[in-house]
């Protein structure tokens, strides 16, 4: 399936138009304008990092999904490379465990949301249910389920509920969830599977596996157009990000999280005066 025919299915969601205009737009700049840009948002974000943690008052969760190649990591370690460790937690979402398995299949996820001060980072998550597992749906007969819970006329609607309610839920604890997609186009992934088979400092990063996923091209770009279109929401929206482009994508990831940041109108907790009285009175104790 061609890019833009993945793209088309988000025609509703404003995001859509914003980034692709974002995307043209900043398409030409120079590495220097590039390296100038992204380090002005990475002080941003380190800036308003210690002030999220000191307010205390929201958690932000950053989700990350798309398909093999397409830069998750990179966007991960660029963007996030100001922010203070102690503010920041990555979980990497790979083939659930035994005990995983013997559990709901967002049980693991809420094992690992941020506490209010604090930025979760998801490089990929709950969302694989409904992507990888309907690309292959033997993975949910073999989860164990009752019969009746793994009709596949009923249970993606069913899933996407679950998914739905659970970020409103987040959300009205003062949890702000923002999602990326990274679109990256099947010729662009090709590329970089071969620069991970060429270059031997890169090697690791390539498997069996990723081959034969390619093959379900087709079948993912079906399941990510249900999947957005059937989940992103006033509260949790999804953001697809042009990702061929990879210094690019950084950029407007970083944007994004500058400004879904700034919306919090956050504030350092401010000192009463019985609080201030009780400074002094420790000052002089230095």
């Known amino acids: 399936m061609a890019a833009q025919t993945l793209l088309s299915a988000f025609v509703?969601?404003?995001?859509?138009?914003?980034?692709?205009?974002?995307?043209?737009?900043?398409?030409?700049?120079?590495?220097?304008?590039?390296?100038?840009?992204?380090?002005?948002?990475?002080?941003?974000?380190?800036?308003?990092?210690?002030?999220?943690?000191?307010?205390?008052?929201?958690?932000?969760?950053?989700?990350?999904?798309?398909?093999?190649?397409?830069?998750?990591?990179?966007?991960?370690?660029?963007?996030?490379?100001?922010?203070?460790?102690?503010?920041?937690?990555?979980?990497?979402?790979?083939?659930?465990?035994?005990?995983?398995?013997?559990?709901?299949?967002?049980?693991?996820?809420?094992?690992?949301?941020?506490?209010?001060?604090?930025?979760?980072?998801?490089?990929?998550?709950?969302?694989?249910?409904?992507?990888?597992?309907?690309?292959?749906?033997?993975?949910?007969?073999?989860?164990?389920?009752?019969?009746?819970?793994?009709?596949?006329?009923?249970?993606?609607?069913?899933?996407?509920?679950?998914?739905?309610?659970?970020?409103?839920?987040?959300?009205?604890?003062?949890t702000r969830i923002i999602k990326f997609f990274l679109h990256l186009s099947k010729e662009e992934q090709r590329r970089r599977f071969l620069g991970r088979i060429d270059e031997p400092s890169k090697n690791w990063k390539f498997t069996l596996s990723d081959v034969r996923e390619r093959n379900y091209w087709a079948d993912y770009a079906r399941a990510y157009e249900n999947c957005l279109s059937a989940t992103s929401s006033r509260h949790a929206p999804w953001y697809v990000v042009p990702a061929d482009d990879k210094e690019n994508a950084r950029l407007i990831v970083s944007q994004i999280i500058l400004d879904s940041l700034n919306e919090l109108k956050l504030e350092y907790p401010k000192t009463t005066p019985k609080r201030r009285r009780e400074l002094k009175s420790l000052r002089r104790l230095l």
């Not at 559990?103 to 693991?108: I, V, Y």
């Not at 990888?132 to 249970?155: A, F, M, S, W």
């Open 12 to 174: 509703a969601l404003e995001a859509k138009v914003l980034f692709l205009a974002s995307f043209r737009r900043n398409a030409d700049k120079s590495k220097k304008d590039y390296q100038k840009i992204l380090g002005n948002h990475v002080a941003g974000l380190s800036a308003l990092e210690r002030l999220h943690a000191a307010s205390g008052r929201y958690s932000l969760l950053l989700i990350f999904q798309g398909m093999d190649a397409a830069g998750k990591d990179g966007v991960i370690r660029h963007v996030m490379s100001g922010v203070n460790p102690q503010g920041c937690r990555v979980t990497s979402f790979k083939q659930p465990s035994h005990e995983e398995l013997r559990h709901d299949f967002l049980w693991r996820a809420v094992l690992n949301f941020p506490e209010r001060g604090q930025i979760g980072i998801f490089n990929r998550s709950y969302y694989e249910e409904v992507l990888v597992v309907r690309v292959h749906p033997e993975i949910l007969r073999n989860q164990g389920l009752p019969d009746e819970l793994c009709d596949e006329k009923t249970v993606w609607p069913e899933l996407y509920r679950s998914i739905a309610e659970l970020e409103g839920h987040l959300h009205r604890n003062g």
